[in-house]
């Protein structure tokens, strides 16, 4: 029997639900006793100054690798994954250079008049007309195009109010060190999803680790986005997010265009 990727995704809807992990066993020395409906004040205090921290940047890139279990028809569940590099220009211009674990790669770039998504190993691309902000354009691309950008509620202009609305209750699990940054570990969820976020302690606090759970889901398949580097300060220009293809590539329609990043997970 084959394996499943994209189609058997479909479960991990574009609603970023916040399930997470199961509990801490007796070794772990953080409680992770969680009750209903009840966000610690600690909690809200170190997202948001995350989330702020964040919307304030004008410009910033940020290269990520995320991964997502698919559950087969045995029960037994497959991880597929992706590497990105995504360049934000507030208030209309993004990029986003994806590179899928089976080998396909492509691009997504808006200059505030079009979306283009191209995929250079086909020497294909498509695009559309659009004018309006970052946030407008990843909605066009999620419900019209149906392309959803992943992690994309952490490149829109407010990231705090769209991701604190998705959350129900939230704990702080524990000081804990990711590739050798103290970081804070907070542990959030809603009726769907459980949500593990990782945010350094000091004076740039951007996420560094994403856990997402999808408790309602049979097998409660997990998807995880880990942000490696982030360039607050990067020389960016027109050339950025202007795509010009090549004499060889030829333009189709949308639907056709495979520059599907395989997962529409990252959003609480």
Not at 76 to 104: A, L, Y
């Amino acid at each position: 029997m084959s394996v499943v990727s994209r189609s058997c995704f479909l479960l991990l809807v574009l609603f970023l639900g916040l399930t997470g992990l199961p509990k801490a066993n007796a070794a772990e020395p953080a409680s992770t006793d969680q009750k209903a409906n009840v966000i610690e004040e600690e909690v809200l205090e170190i997202f948001n100054r995350s989330m702020d921290y964040l919307a304030k940047l004008k410009q910033f890139q940020v290269t990520a690798e995320f991964g997502f279990d698919v559950l087969q028809e045995t029960g037994q569940k497959i991880e597929f994954g992706s590497h990105q590099d995504v360049t934000i220009q507030r208030p209309n211009h993004f990029r986003v250079d994806f590179v899928r674990r089976d080998g396909v790669h492509g691009s997504v770039v808006y200059d505030g008049k079009e979306v283009v998504l191209s995929n250079p190993e086909e020497a294909v691309y498509a695009k559309a007309p659009f004018k309006g902000e970052i946030d407008d354009a990843l909605d066009f691309l999620a419900e019209e195009l149906q392309r959803p950008i992943p992690l994309r509620d952490f490149f829109v202009s407010d990231p705090g109010s769209v991701l604190t609305a998705k959350i129900e209750s939230g704990i702080y699990v524990d000081e804990s060190m990711l590739a050798g940054v103290l970081c804070d570990h907070l542990a959030m969820r809603n009726d769907k999803v459980d949500f593990q976020i990782w945010i350094p302690q000091g004076d740039e606090p951007l996420p560094r680790r994403i856990i997402i759970t999808y408790k309602n889901e049979e097998g409660q398949p997990q998807f995880w986005g880990q942000f490696m580097e982030w360039e607050t300060a990067p020389k960016l220009s027109d050339e950025t997010f202007t795509y010009t293809p090549s004499e060889k590539s030829e333009r189709i329609p949308f639907a056709v265009v495979d520059v599907e990043m395989q997962s529409e997970g990252g959003q609480p």
